[in-house]
Nanobody, 124 residues
Framework: QVQLVESGGDLVQPGGSLRLSCAAA????????MGWYRQAPGNERELVARINDSGAKKYEDSVKGRFTISRDYAKNTVYLQMNSLKPEDTAVYFCYAEDLLALVNGTVTRGDYWGQGTQVTVSS
């Protein structure tokens, strides 16, 4: 089995900071990109940040200059440092791994995986 385990979500005041972590666990050979989506109530899930296996990064426009994505390739872990948080950043944040090659139940499989989500609430 492959699992993405997220942590770091919390309640924070506007202007504050949080750091999200997501570790991919299992018999993993390779993966392409890792990243974060978020979904607020009544809204569609949107891409927040993405980092591929070459280290190229992509950000949603509203988080540029405030959020930083990083990745520990040896630990199959991705991080999202969120600074200058705003109430509109409130959402459930989901980690994902793209094009992940792993051994699952004795079979080599390739696919995309999602974490269970972690709540980020920005409020005074």
């Amino acid at each position: 089995q492959v699992q993405l385990v997220e942590s770091g979500g919390d309640l924070v005041q506007p202007g504050g900071s949080l750091r999200l972590s997501c570790a991919a666990a299992g018999s993993i050979f390779t993966m392409n990109a890792m990243g974060w989506y978020r979904q607020a109530p009544g809204n569609e899930r949107e891409l927040v940040a993405r980092i591929n296996d070459s280290g190229a990064k992509k950000y949603e426009d509203s988080v540029k200059g405030r959020f930083t994505i990083s990745r520990d390739y040896a630990k199959n872990t991705v991080y999202l440092q969120m600074n200058s948080l705003k109430p509109e950043d409130t959402a459930v944040y989901f980690c994902y791994a793209e094009d992940l090659l792993a051994l699952v139940n004795g079979t080599v499989t390739r696919g995309d995986y999602w974490g269970q989500g972690t709540q980020v609430t920005v409020s005074s």
